[in-house]
């Protein structure tokens, strides 16, 4: 239907935002006299980096105008960092220690660096203008005067220096896709690199406490027996340049402790208790520091900047440093960007240790905002309401310890035995601390990877004196374990004090560990190896499990056989393929072995236990033999490997991929539901056509690993510019600040990229448009072209259009591609019989257009 929009015209001022920028040679004159008078150190210094930003024009024969939001120079041995905008503090950080380099830069570097530019622009943006304190900083250094704001400062606490990678990662999940460069293992981390190097500070604890594991999506179950691990802090130097176990084991521990996101580019978690709803403690720093490596939970806290003044903040942290503490940070997101904060001057100045093997290292201000700008926990919290911080990280001072050890060896009846037989573990054990103990003893089982099985039995509330043992020893029974398949296990024994966590027995003159055989005797057995086709499992993809049975009795088998899952940790058992009225005649096995096949599964990620059973007619269910060949074989089930998605090919400009813009009362939003990044190189580039005869306000954002707000969980960082008029935008890492305008139509490119190199996974760009008809434009309602009905619909959806369709693609919620129907007419039936109850997005294809629409199904 044709309609005729009259609207006044609108006169657009434009405000001069840059009023107080700062060039060149004035962040030069600032840096020298900052370097010269109060570090005491050669001014001669070189711009090695200007951050700049290009300030968009709404008129497309307007040249858009740039903006420096900060400088940094080098020195011979360190570099600073100068505000280019004198509304905030003139220097935002210096190194005495390193230069800077733009291309080896820590990813947490990089993310501060990315606030420091948002807080500059906000500042910028909101015509906020500088404090006296901030105006007295700039005329004294502009008057090469020092500048001092305390008498009292810490030298960095930290001596050091670790990164993520090489050899230090020895230990993390092995990774093709890391590269020479990482030792093709994945990277320790941030939160594991924080920790160790805070660790090692304390050469604490010597021994750890428990054990813990934990299921990973792509490298299956990890684990980690702190309680039996000495911790080699002698043997840990400064600088890592060549293998070191010590060092590696320290770093793998502190990744299993967070239940570490592994990737073999990026690895991430989180850092303090409770901050997002969402996540558990257990994958937390605060939770690892107290629970596993004994720090005192009496004064460790995890604390959120939000919650405290500008000033209160800024006390806090220097009481932790003044008490020799350092103390782990947290920057902007959620992320798990976290690092070592262990020293402060006398200027405000805090020093970070990025754990980027000393690349970076040095003193920053920990915002650029001034006080009551939004910058302020306490404030408006525009940019450091994320920022966190466990401070209080140190060993115990007053606590009760404990040295309790064997005094006897251990010994299994019987041993070896037979699947789920019982079995018994004797010992004595010895008090030879100077505490008399009150607590609990067990006996733990764990496998040949030193995942914890089970207990064979904890006995609790014992009472042992100073200087006492069990006159008859202790024995440890079980019925039997049903989660100790066939193979090779070890029993090691353990204390727990009373409200405390398992500690390993000392081995005084034994050994607090022996070997436990579990074998699996029967008359049908395997005849080969279990054979996965695909090797790995992927969820939801088809696999075959090859294996041969034989009959060792001397009567005939009728009965069934299955194959599955088990989870390492528990007999649930998980069905991949049953075979009933199976004959197997005595003395014989199948010539060509027997294929269970499966279309695909659907189970948590992780590492599992793939067995095969049989069973006679009218009998329960047994494991299958094997005397000769494993079974159960451990099998890694994992996600699928990211596949293009429906975008693809958009790797370039050119090759953009147009998303359909649908109006509905002149607003308009675009969503690039189920887009990666499915390879470390993907660029995608995405494309929305804007019709002439309107102005346009167009606003977008990234949600990501990140940042993200919409409820949905995302797998990789990105950032992401727009091209418009010829001319590229900023680089945004997530929200952009302000909207930009698009006069009378035109074309507006959105390129999307990891923002670490190398980074692959799931992301969602959203864009939000809003547009005014010019005066006397006749417009048209285009979407009406298209009619879609029934919605919500139930067993089928028709299409009905002017113009004819080629295909239908069906999306589901989560961007997963359901079905393409292929169609050259104008109306079209399609069935949604097989769909289940929620929201799908139907993707309609013609010739010259590309629409989407939203439709409910509800049964």
């Known amino acids: 239907m044709r309609k005729i929009v009259l609207l006044f015209v609108m006169t657009i001022f434009a405000i001069n935002l840059f009023a107080n920028p700062i060039d060149k040679k004035k962040a030069l004159l600032i840096a020298s006299n900052f370097y010269s008078n109060n570090l005491k150190l050669s001014s001669d210094l070189t711009l090695v980096y200007e951050c700049i930003s290009q300030k968009h024009s709404t008129d497309k024969n307007k040249q858009a105008e740039n903006l420096t939001f900060y400088y940094v120079f080098n020195s011979d041995n360190g570099f600073i960092i100068i505000s280019g905008d004198d509304d905030v503090y003139p220097v935002l950080g210096y190194s005495k220690s390193k230069t800077f380099d733009v291309n080896n830069l820590p990813d947490n570097f990089r993310k501060w660096l990315e606030n420091y530019k948002k807080q500059i622009n906000y500042v910028i943006s909101n015509n906020i203008k500088a404090t006296e304190e901030i105006k007295k900083e700039w005329e004294d250094l502009k008057q090469n005067k020092k500048i001092s704001k305390s008498t009292s400062s810490v030298n960095p606490l930290v001596t050091v220096t670790w990164g993520q990678s090489p050899y230090v990662n020895a230990l993390c999940p092995y990774d093709i896709d890391a590269g020479a460069g990482n030792g093709y293992h994945a990277v320790a981390g941030c939160p594991a690199t924080a920790m160790a190097q805070i660790m090692k500070y304390w050469n604490y604890p010597t ?211 037979e699947y789920e037989e019982g079995f018994i573990v004797h010992t004595d054990i010895k008090n030879v601390g100077i505490n008399t103990f009150n607590g609990d003893y067990c006996a733990a089982i764990f496998d040949d990877d030193s995942n914890f099985i089970d207990y064979v039995e904890i006995k609790t509330e014992y009472s042992l004196q100073s200087g006492y043992h069990y006159t008859n020893g202790l024995s440890f029974m079980t019925s039997g374990i049903s989660t100790a398949f066939p193979g090779t296990y070890y029993i090691r024994m353990f204390y727990r004090p009373t409200d405390g966590n398992w500690i390993i027995m000392n081995d005084g003159s034994y050994n607090n560990s022996i070997q436990l055989d579990i074998q699996n005797s029967n008359d049908i057995a395997l005849y080969s190896d279990i054979v996965v086709s695909t ?46 009225d199976m004959t197997l005649t005595a003395q014989s096995h199948y010539e060509n072995g027997l294929t269970f096949s499966s279309t695909g599964i659907n189970v948590e990620p992780g590492t599992y236990l793939l067995a095969v059973l049989h069973k006679e007619d009218g009998e329960d269910w047994e494991l299958t033999g094997s005397q000769s060949y494993i079974n159960p074989i451990k099998v890694i089930v994992k996600i699928e490997s990211f596949q293009a998605d429906i975008y693809e090919n958009n790797n370039t400009a050119e090759e ?92 507006i490119i959105f390129n999307v990229s990891p923002y670490f190199i190398g980074g692959k996974g799931t992301y969602l760009l959203d864009i939000s448009i809003s547009r005014t008809a010019i005066i006397n434009v006749e417009t048209f309602d285009d979407n009406n072209f298209i009619s879609i009905y029934p919605n919500p619909a139930n067993d089928f959806v028709k299409i009905k259009t002017s113009k004819p369709i080629q295909k239908v693609e069906i999306i589901d919620i989560s961007g997963k591609l359901i079905s393409t129907n292929l169609a050259i007419k104008n109306n079209l039936k399609i069935s949604t019989s097989n769909l289940e109850n929620g929201i799908y997005y139907f993707i309609i294809t013609g010739e010259n257009y590309i629409e989407q629409r939203k439709i409910i199904i509800s049964k």
């Open 207 to 417: 021994t750890g406490t428990g054990f813990h594991s934990y299921n990973h999506d792509t490298y299956g179950n990890l684990s980690a027996n702190f309680g039996s691990t000495t911790y080699e802090w002698e043997s840990m130097p400064n600088n890592v340049y060549s293998p070191n176990n010590a060092v590696a084991t320290l770093m793998y521990h502190c990744g299993v402790a967070v239940e570490m996101e592994y990737g073999p580019t990026s690895s991430g978690s989180y850092v303090i208790m409770d901050f997002w709803a969402w996540y558990s403690d257990e994958q937390t720093c605060e939770y690892a520091y107290q629970t596993y490596f004994g720090y005192d939970p009496e004064i460790l806290e995890g604390l959120e900047r939000e919650d405290y003044s500008d000033n209160e903040w800024k006390e806090l942290l220097k009481n932790d440093l003044d008490a020799g503490r350092p103390i782990q940070y947290a920057g902007y997101g959620q992320g798990g960007h976290t690092f070592v904060c262990d020293g402060y001057d006398n200027y405000d100045f805090f020093h970070i240790n990025w754990g980027w093997s000393g690349s970076n290292d040095g003193y920053f201000l920990l915002d650029a905002l001034n006080p009551g700008s939004g910058g302020t926990g306490s404030g408006a919290g525009t940019y450091n309401d994320d920022q966190q911080a466990i401070i209080g990280i140190q060993p115990p001072a007053n606590n009760m310890t404990y040295d309790i050890e064997l005094l006897d060896n251990l010994t299994v009846i019987p041993n070896p035995i």
């Open 535 to 580: 090797g790995d499992i992927i969820i939801d993809e088809s696999f075959d499990v090859n294996v041969d049975i034989a009959n060792f009795s001397n009567t005939n088998f009728n009965g069934s056989y299955s194959v599955g899952l088990y989870n390492i940790n528990d007999d649930n058992f998980e069905t991949i393929e049953t075979k009933n």
């Open 656 to 747: 953009a991929y147009i998303l359909p813009v649908y109006f509905s009362m002149n607003n308009a939003t675009i969503s690039t539901i189920g887009s990666n990044n499915h390879i470390g190189s993907d660029l995608d580039y995405y494309k929305i056509q804007l019709e002439s005869g309107y102005n346009y306000t167009i606003n977008a954002r990234a949600h990501d690993s990140y940042n993200s707000d919409n409820g949905q969980t995302y797998t990789n960082d990105v950032s992401w510019s727009y091209l418009y008029n010829s001319v590229w935008s900023d680089v945004y890492d997530d929200i952009m600040p302000n909207n930009f305008t698009v006069n009378n139509g035109g074309t």
